[in-house]
């Protein structure tokens, strides 16, 4: 409901009038200054203009021969369970491991496990002296951290181990990493039954509570509420998996949206950083928090 404006009454205008009549007074000749105007948020920046699925697939085709590069992407609307696409099932040469193994540890700790300091406490120094098994989860989602990666993994028992249960959830191994799988991962994860209702609480928090997505939220309006993972580890490619709600919405506005982004061919880090903000403003002017 918008808010209302209510007027002052005449008595609080006459007291003001003469607490402006004295100041000027007292100030000499000196001229009162301009009231500033006030801010406000052009229409168009809070609504974007929407486009189609085939705009986006157009737009991001001509992105990729101006600047010689290669995107795919994929985002679900999990109000409808709609994927809007590009290359989404193009195989990409990167496997989020930091997230795949910090879904799978969220899966399969028990509190007690999480509370406690995993096996190999010396690889997660760097979580602080207080470490824990969920401090590790942490540290790999938020920094990607190798040392941090690694506990996850030894803690299920081997990179064996690792791929088994990665089965599960992103299909077989020899099914290559894709956008879709990717965004498909969180989006059961966090919105889905791959974990229990306290354990998507605790990994949007962590999402929420890191660097996440910085391209991905720099391409989107000030609506979204960006909350995710990135993953830097190879020269010109960037890959970045998030969640994107609005925070406080009420009845009638948008689902949240799982996007997975991923741009390889880049000619550097900021060439790679500005592919994946123009993929997040396209895609949320695709789907729209107003629609």
Not at 107 to 136: I, M, R, W
């Amino acid at each position: 409901m918008p808010r209302l404006l209510h007027r002052p009454t005449a008595r609080l205008v006459t007291s003001l009038a003469v607490l402006v009549t004295t100041s000027v007074s007292l100030a000499g000749c000196s001229a009162a200054p301009e009231p500033a105007a006030p801010h406000t948020i052009p229409a168009a920046s809070r609504t974007p203009q929407a486009i189609t699925a085939a705009a986006l697939s157009e737009r991001l085709a001509a992105y990729e021969r101006k600047h010689d590069l290669r995107v795919r992407v994929d985002a679900i609307d999990t109000g409808n369970d709609h994927h809007l696409g590009f290359r989404a099932t193009e195989a990409v040469p990167l496997d989020m491991r930091a997230l795949t193994a910090g879904v799978l540890v969220l899966a399969n700790a028990s509190d007690d496990q999480l509370a406690a300091s995993p096996a190999t406490s010396e690889a997660t120094a760097e979580t602080g002296a207080s470490a824990t098994l969920l401090d590790a989860v942490a540290a790999a989602l938020q920094t990607s951290a190798p040392e941090a990666q690694q506990t996850l993994v030894t803690w299920l028992g081997g990179e064996d181990a690792l791929h088994r249960r990665a089965d599960a959830i992103l299909g077989p191994s020899s099914a290559a990493p894709s956008a879709r799988s990717f965004a498909t991962l969180l989006d059961d994860a966090i919105y889905g039954k791959t974990l229990a209702p306290d354990r998507r609480g605790t990994l949007r928090n962590i999402l929420l509570n890191s660097a996440g997505s910085p391209a991905t939220a720099a391409g989107t309006d000030a609506l979204w509420e960006v909350a995710g993972v990135s993953d830097r580890s190879q020269a010109g490619t960037l890959v970045e998996v998030s969640t994107l709600e609005v925070p406080y919405r009420t009845s009638g506005d948008a689902a949240p949206v799982v996007l997975a982004l991923v741009v390889t061919g880049a000619a550097g880090p900021e060439a790679a950083s500005r592919a994946a903000e123009e993929v997040s403003r396209l895609v949320t002017h695709a789907l729209p928090p107003t629609r």
